[in-house]
């Protein structure tokens, strides 16, 4: 147990490596909407190591900072995170198993979802599921899969004693 | 006993995602006037570190480039301008002939965009640029393409630019040769990612060419005359017989623009004389 600790990257150097990738490698390589969102990374993984309740109120605070930065309608950013987060942290709690891969889906999973709820809370209509199959929409969800799917193995050690305890 | 707790703790988990739920909602529901002050607001408090962080990596990414754009520019303004030297002599020969008084000069500020990963980002754009530059609500914002729309929240630092994707966007436009004038607007589409525009309000018997050109036309008020907008590119619909709808392909695109110009109105020295007479 305490060997997985050692050698897994530990979550407070993790987050604020994911904050730098998002507010200064993304824009400095590519600030496409087909990057990967670390932002939203950040927070899954957030969610998917405490409680659905406190997973909902960092959802809330991280869609708040997206609605701040690119305000279509305000709301509709903390609606959409947080719903997410709540999903991942209550489907890791009930029916998740530990495993890169599926983690990998559930990230991909995620900016789907988060996409979709974005985009009809701010514009109502079918135009909403249509956007969210967009090629740079289905292009930011393979992305934010990969990336994530990195840092779960960097983290994989720490996960592991988690499910141990 | 671990029964009841564990109960408790689920409670408490399903009270604060209702409560995170309806506090969205709210924000949803609020006036869009509301909203945007709070954005702005934290936008100019909370999130600076991470917004000037944003700026300097844009500017890092886009500046080879732009220092090669700006060169190549600078070249074929300096060409441009040996043959216009000519033209300005006479120009001001004319205009002295018919008592015109001079041109005003354009002001203008250059701003980066600082995109966001999310599906809505091309509605609206983050500017790193703001009031302590001189930037302010209705300054037209454009490409060297053409138009990307105007400015709609400021803070010290940063800006809201609406985009012409963006849902409650008009400007009032007109065919290349002046002939025909019209609202644009962006048209309602299944497809957020296949963005086009409308030119609303051409009368039944005006018939515009595919491929014409349309720019803004200077009436309003916010944007200046001249500023191209997008392509006419098929009728879009016919309403009722008296008025033709026609498909616009926008010049720009906002998703993928990086640095944009903001223009800044020059009031004549007589206005603002007149201005500053007025009590």
């Known amino acids: 147990m305490s060997n997985g600790r050692a050698q897994g990257w530990p979550l407070w150097l993790v987050l604020p490596l994911l904050l730098l990738l998002h507010f200064y490698v993304r824009p400095r390589f590519y600030s496409g909407r087909g990057a990967p969102d670390f932002l939203l990374l950040a927070l899954l993984i957030v969610a998917l190591e405490t409680r659905p309740g406190p997973a909902a109120v960092a959802g809330f605070a991280v869609g708040l900072v997206t609605d701040v930065l690119a305000p279509v309608r305000v709301g509709a950013g903390a609606l959409a995170h947080t719903v997410v987060a709540y999903l991942a942290a209550w489907g890791r709690s009930v029916f998740f198993p530990d495993n890169v891969l599926v983690n990998m889906v559930v990230f991909g999973a995620c900016t789907w979802l988060r996409n979709l709820i974005l985009l009809f809370a701010s514009d109502p209509g079918l135009g909403a599921l249509v956007g969210s199959l967009a090629p740079w929409g289905l292009l930011q969800v393979a992305t934010t899969a990969v990336a994530g799917g990195v840092v779960t193995l960097a983290l994989r050690h720490r996960v592991d004693v988690r499910l141990e305890e | ?279």
Do not use: K
Request: some cysteine; charged content about 20%; overall charge positive.
């Open chain 2, 1 to 279: 006993m671990p029964h009841a707790a564990g109960r408790s703790s689920s409670r408490r988990d399903t009270v604060l995602f209702a409560g995170c739920v309806a506090l969205s909602l709210l924000a949803l529901l609020l006036p869009a006037g509301w909203g945007q002050t709070l954005a702005t607001g934290i936008r100019e408090t909370a999130l600076l570190p991470a917004i000037w962080l944003q700026g300097r990596a844009e500017e890092g990414r886009t500046s080879r480039a732009r220092l090669q754009t700006v060169l190549a520019q600078r070249d074929s303004a300096a060409m441009a301008a040996q043959a216009a030297l000519g033209l300005v002599a006479e120009n001001e020969r004319l205009r002295g002939l018919l008592g015109l008084r001079r041109r005003d000069p354009a002001a203008f500020l250059a701003a980066e965009v600082l995109h966001q990963p999310i599906p809505t980002d091309g509605r609206t754009l983050l500017l790193g640029v703001g009031t302590r530059e001189g930037v302010r609500p209705f300054l037209p914002v454009v490409a060297a393409e053409g138009l990307v729309g105007v400015v709609l929240r400021t803070g010290l630092t940063s800006s809201i630019a609406a985009t012409w994707a963006h849902p409650e966007f008009r400007a009032s436009a007109v065919t290349e040769d002046s002939g025909v004038l019209g609202i644009v607007a962006p048209a309602a589409s299944d497809d957020p990612s296949l963005a086009v525009l409308e030119f609303r309000g051409v009368a039944y018997r005006d018939t515009i060419p595919e491929g014409t050109l349309v720019v803004t036309s200077g009436l309003g008020g916010v944007y200046p005359r001249g500023i191209p907008i997008g392509r006419v590119s098929g009728v879009r619909r016919e309403e009722l017989g008296w008025e033709r709808v026609y498909r616009l392909t926008p010049l720009v695109n906002p998703g993928s623009v990086g640095h944009v110009v903001l223009l800044q109105p020059v009031l004549p020295a007589d206005s603002a004389l007149i201005r500053e007479s007025v009590p």
